[in-house]
């Protein structure tokens, strides 16, 4: 096992091959930070916030609010609002067809009447700093309305109950006077809980092509390794290995190690650097998902050229794969400034798992999404392997 450990990592390496993937990671990131030095600029540029509504209410006096917003002009012309179910929210949301949603609870109206305090819930992007802000401070600035108005109710129902009102007319002008002042009153603060998410953690060009780099770079690499999977097969070196009593689950532990290690050894100064600058989470968890990005294209690749079974082709199928997923992971264009389209394309790609989980947005199904992927093509590959191996005997 040892001496077929060893053949592996002598074929898989090499200096002058491990200099240049060093050069082309370092030139790669250099240009693309310089390139994109300023691309998330777009965003701090101020444009109308497009705040879609998620009404749980159904009361007659949440409709009217929302309606008496949306007709009152200085707040619709920053705030853009759309009345919109709550799958709908969330599926715009994550196209970035609206900045923020917002979910108004059940019995909201009727709470705000009776000084209880039901929360609205406010979603909005982390990549939108600047209209978040602008959002959050806009919601804020209402909490002096809102003292007004649990005051001057409170004072009034004192006062109607002195003059011996009668319960029925006491509810009555309560509720209409209470109504009238939620007009103005809808956003206060303290009915807010803010909550920010994001496909993918803000970062400057800098962190940004940090971690996706590697990542692309890495998607390239494996076609590598698996084209000299293909060739090494040809010239019938691991039938020389099964008739040396050889297990082929010992020859692809072997091969599967020699790739762990490899990978480590190309990457071993980046990983040093990493260190240096981050500390030993972010190194480990780095490492992980780009073993984890390599392995899986290396056996992706490995399939592909058992299937088509014709190694010219094979590679250019496998070169213009491996181009597209990195582009439309945001492996060359930040993913902030990729289209709508291409974006719902990327958060499906393991390259954009690899990215996210590397940024800080630490989403372990994703993890282990890459995990049982590995493994089936693992087992994928071993069965075409098999069958092919029957037909040539």
């Excluded at 890459?370 to 071993?382: D, E, G, P, Q, R």
Aim: charged share 20%; net charge positive; aromatic share 12%.
């Amino acid at each position: 096992m040892l001496n077929l450990i060893i053949t592996n990592l002598k074929v898989n390496i090499n200096i002058k091959k491990i200099v240049t993937i060093w050069l082309v990671t370092i030139i790669l990131i250099l240009s693309l930070t310089f390139a994109f030095d300023s691309f998330d600029e777009k965003y701090k540029k101020m444009q109308g916030i497009n705040v879609a509504i998620v009404n749980n209410d159904t009361s007659h006096s949440t409709k009217m609010l929302i309606d008496s917003f949306q007709n009152t002009k200085h707040f619709s012309n920053l705030f853009k609002m759309s009345v919109l179910s709550l799958q709908e929210a969330k599926d715009k949301f994550k196209k970035s067809e609206i900045d923020s949603y917002v979910i108004i609870p059940a019995g909201f109206a009727k709470s705000l009447m009776r000084y209880e305090n039901k929360k609205i819930e406010v979603y909005t992007n982390a990549n939108n700093p600047t209209k978040n802000k602008l959002l959050s401070t806009t919601l804020k600035g209402y909490s002096t309305y809102v003292k007004t108005t649990d005051i001057a109710t409170y004072i009034l129902n004192n006062l109607m109950s002195k003059e011996n009102f009668s319960n029925d007319k006491l509810k009555k002008l309560n509720t209409s006077f209470t109504f009238d002042l939620l007009l103005a009153t809808i956003g206060r603060a303290g009915y807010f809980t803010i909550k920010t998410s994001s496909l993918l953690p803000s970062s400057n060009s800098k962190d940004y092509y940090m971690a996706v780099v590697p990542i692309s770079l890495i998607t390239f690499l494996a076609v590598a390794y698996a084209l000299s999977y293909i060739e090494r097969k040809e010239k019938l070196l691991y039938k020389r290995l099964s008739l040396c009593k050889i297990s082929k689950l010992g020859i692809n532990i072997a091969e599967f190690i020699g790739l762990l290690l490899t990978l480590t050894l190309i990457f071993m100064p980046y990983y040093i650097l990493l260190f240096i600058k981050t500390g030993i989470e972010t190194t480990m968890y780095t490492t992980l998902a780009l073993t984890l990005t390599f392995l899986l294209f290396t056996y992706i690749w490995k399939t592909l050229f058992i299937l088509i079974n014709d190694k010219n082709l094979s590679l250019l199928i496998s070169l213009i794969s491996a181009f597209f997923i990195s582009l439309f992971s945001g492996g060359i264009v930040p993913f902030i400034l990729l289209p709508n389209w291409c974006k719902n394309i990327a958060i499906h790609t393991f390259n954009f798992k690899s990215a996210k989980f590397i940024l800080g947005a630490k989403n372990y199904m994703d993890i282990c999404y890459m995990l049982l992927s590995l493994l089936a093509f693992v087992i994928l590959k071993s069965l075409l392997e098999n069958q092919l191996d029957k037909r040539r005997a």
